[in-house]
Structures are given as structure tokens and as C-alpha cells.
């Protein structure tokens, strides 16, 4: 993507909404906009930040706490590009989530709290907009999934109390992406935007994935193999520099957190760990 600094103009959040006019600027987005919405529309998402807040849905006409509508949403997150150098003023008198990213808590929000990490929440609605500039707006409406995220209302009337219903907790998160650089593919620009959302949350799959990797990962490196008269160096590879080499005549003695190695003319003839001698 250009390196160029865009400065980002109020007039550039008047969005026209691509799916109202699926032809405008020839669809040339179409193909982009539908990858999105199949990796992010109603799907769910694992939080990879450690300081997103999520309030209480609201009730109201028209909307019953269920994140149908996004006039129910308190907790509002707006994402500016790294690359725009100048955000409208209203933005700057809010609070940041990051040096990114702003958050608003609009009056009235009821039950806050942090979302937890690897927490999951799902995309109950999503929007794709682009400007005629050809500034990208991508807006995400997200219901937590656990169980403690959840409240219970009941409608009371003159004739009595009636039917308990469940009413969940949110919040929205929109990110403004700057156009797509002359040269650069639907792939490269894909890929740009999964990753300026991925700093927040990335596709509960996609998340289970790699932390089974990283474990797995982990897992292999305690696996260690010494053999009888390994030489020093192979050693220091599979373990790594020791905390302490002691030499003693022909004797190397090489001390690990765990385990101590013993070498003679720089061939491996002990290994001790836990109190045993292997």
C-alpha cells in the first residue's frame, strides 16, 4: 500500500452505502465486498484486545436488546487507518482505546465491563460503504457470546407483570480504511484490511487455529533428545546458551534451569534432571 499520508476530510464520512447501489462506480468493489462479508457477516469472532468494553443493549421502540438494530449499541470504537494524519476534531476530544482507535460510551450505558481475551462475540450486523473518493467504511456490530453476558427484561403492565426475555450486552466498532493505491490486488488489499481489524478480533476459527499451533509448537520444543556422546555445540542448539559452564580438567559441566549436563573431551557422558542420572 502507498506510503502516502492521506488526510482524512469530514466530508470523506459522508458514505454512500454500496449495497443500496450495487452499480455505483461500475461494481468494481462488488468482488471485494463479498469476500468480506463472507469472512465477517454473521460470523464469530475470537477479541485479541485486551480493553474493549461492551455495555447493555438497549430497548426501545422498534429494538428489544437483541443487536437487530444498531440504535441498541452504547459502546462505539472508531478505527482511523495509521496512515490518516488529521482526524475530525469531534473525534480527537474522545477517549483511545490505542493510538488508532477512539472509544465513545454514550449516556445511559448500562452494565459495562471488559471483554476478556479470546472472549467470543458474534457479527450480528455488518456494513460495507465506500465513499466517491473511494474511502472504505466497514462497520461491526458485535453481540458477546458468553453465558454471563446476558440480562433479562420483562415487559409490566396495569394487568400484570409479563414474559421474561433475554437481553444481551454489545458493541460497535468501525474502521475507516484508506483507498485502494493504484497497482495493488483485491488480495493485497484484503489482506490489509483483515489485518488492521485482526489487532481486535479475528474469526473464532481462525483463533483455536493458531493457538493449537502455538501449543503444539510448544509442546514439541520441551521435547528435547540428548544421546551419549553428543559434542557440545549439537547441545547448545537443541537448549541454548547455559546459565553456567563450569570446566573441570577434561570435564565441561553445563548447568540449565532444569537439567545439568555433564561432557568429557567435549562429548556428552551424563545427563541429570529432577534428581535423576540419565
Do not use: C
Not at 11 to 38: C, D, H, M, N, S
Request: proline share 4%; hydrophobic share 35%; glycine share 8%.
Amino acid at each position: 500500500m502507498s506510503q502516502t499520508k492521506t488526510v482524512l476530510r469530514l466530508e470523506l464520512l459522508a458514505i454512500v452505502l454500496i449495497a443500496a447501489t450495487p452499480q455505483a462506480y461500475g461494481g468494481k468493489y462488488e468482488p471485494l465486498k463479498q469476500r468480506l462479508f463472507e469472512r465477517y457477516d454473521q460470523k464469530q469472532m475470537s477479541v485479541v484486545h485486551d480493553k474493549i468494553l461492551v455495555a447493555l443493549l438497549k430497548e426501545g421502540p422498534g429494538f428489544n436488546g437483541r443487536g437487530r438494530n444498531m440504535l441498541e449499541y452504547s459502546v462505539n470504537y472508531d478505527h482511523f487507518d495509521p496512515n490518516f494524519r488529521e482526524w475530525p476534531k469531534e473525534y480527537r476530544r474522545r477517549n483511545l482505546l490505542d493510538g488508532d482507535t477512539t472509544e465513545e460510551v454514550k449516556a445511559g450505558a448500562e452494565m459495562m465491563d471488559t471483554l476478556s481475551l479470546g472472549e467470543m462475540a458474534q457479527v450480528r450486523l455488518f456494513y460495507v460503504e465506500f465513499s466517491k473518493e473511494d474511502m472504505l467504511r466497514i462497520d461491526l456490530y458485535l453481540v458477546p457470546l458468553a453465558g454471563k453476558r446476558n440480562a433479562s427484561s420483562q415487559n409490566i403492565s396495569d394487568t400484570g407483570a409479563g414474559v421474561a426475555y433475554k437481553v444481551d450486552f454489545g458493541f460497535h466498532f468501525r474502521f475507516l480504511i484508506p483507498p485502494r493505491a493504484a497497482g495493488i490486488s483485491d488480495d493485497a488489499y484484503l489482506g490489509y484490511i483483515t489485518e488492521q481489524l485482526g489487532h481486535y478480533f479475528v474469526p473464532t476459527q481462525e483463533y483455536l487455529q493458531a493457538n493449537k499451533a502455538a501449543a503444539e509448537a510448544q509442546q514439541a520444543a520441551k521435547k528435547v533428545r540428548l544421546e551419549p556422546g553428543m559434542l557440545e555445540d549439537s547441545v547448545i542448539v537443541k537448549l541454548g546458551e547455559p546459565q553456567k559452564r563450569i570446566q573441570f580438567g577434561k570435564k565441561t559441566i553445563l548447568k540449565y534451569p532444569d537439567i545439568t549436563i555433564e561432557l568429557e573431551d567435549d562429548k556428552v557422558t551424563t545427563v541429570t534432571a529432577s534428581g535423576e542420572t540419565h
